[in-house]
């Protein structure tokens, strides 16, 4: 089973180093007692990797995981193991991170037995979208994290140059750009920006989210991880209280695959009052 971790706010919660991930430890003591192989990358720009954080950008997700894949293959041959069934699963960023490696996978031909993903924002720009121009009570108070990390992957890794400046109010850039290359922890950047989106992220580069014809919102466009056939049994878990992924955003993968006569594709709700970590 390839497990894909959710956000982390530090290149050490990750599941090279278990001792720093509850999340890895816990995927350790559910399928790895069970006989399971466990596998799980850290993602470009964690871990022991000298490169910037790839936070949500799809291609560099996409190789990140087949790559750990084909490792891990490999290992397992100079083993003399033969690995069985082929699951992937993951949370949060973890969940998008599972079907955007889904979708390689089943491009190149590689059989998945069934796949899982709690709590997954698909649809990269509908939920940003949601996030900067719907604000809702419940909105989690680091999404401005989240936001600063996306924005500076995307400039570094797409190439769009002062894309951050143009996003982020200027009295806030310097402390983003500081926790996105992990010179400043996530409790001294909670402390120097305010928790609410909209009060972080200009509004006029909010307002552009609307029609999202700008390079940034086309590349999120870009990033869906659920618009294709898939030949792959799926479990999308949601929450009514997620404060991070919209409930709607995880049936997307359910009404698609309906849509177009795909695997069977079914949306859990973990119930009313299920929060985004107890999806």
């Known amino acids: 089973v390839s497990y894909q971790h959710g956000t982390v706010f530090d290149k050490s919660w990750v599941p090279s180093q278990p001792d720093n991930s509850a999340e890895t430890r816990i995927m350790l003591a559910a399928f790895a007692a069970q006989g399971y192989v466990v596998i799980g990358a850290d993602y470009f720009g964690r871990g022991g990797s000298a490169l910037p954080d790839s936070y949500l950008v799809k291609a560099s997700t996409q190789q990140a995981t087949l790559d750990m894949l084909i490792a891990a293959r490999a290992v397992l041959g100079a083993l003399q193991v033969s690995p069985g069934k082929f699951f992937v699963s993951g949370w949060s960023q973890g969940g998008w991170a599972t079907m955007v490696f889904l979708q390689k996978l089943e491009a190149l031909g590689i059989k998945v037995t069934a796949a899982a993903a709690a709590s997954a924002p698909v649809d990269v720009y509908l939920t940003t979208n949601r996030w900067m121009n719907n604000p809702q009570p419940i909105d989690a108070v680091y999404l401005p994290g989240c936001s600063a990390l996306q924005l500076f992957a995307q400039q570094y890794y797409l ?55 700008t390079p940034y919102w086309r590349v999120l466009q870009d990033n869906q991880a659920y618009r294709w056939k898939s030949v792959t049994p799926l479990r999308s878990y949601i929450g009514s209280k997620d404060e991070v992924t919209p409930l709607w955003i995880g049936r997307l993968p359910e009404a698609t695959q309906t849509l177009l006569g795909g695997a069977k594709a079914v949306a859990i709700d973990a119930g009313p009052d299920a929060d985004h970590r107890a999806v």
């Open 159 to 213: 190439q769009q140059p002062g894309l951050a400046a143009s996003a982020i109010r200027p009295q806030y850039l310097a402390a983003a750009e500081a926790f996105y290359n992990g010179t400043m922890s996530w409790e001294a950047f909670s402390k120097a920006t305010p928790s609410k989106l909209a009060d972080f992220i200009r509004p006029e580069f909010a307002a552009s989210g609307m029609t999202g014809q």
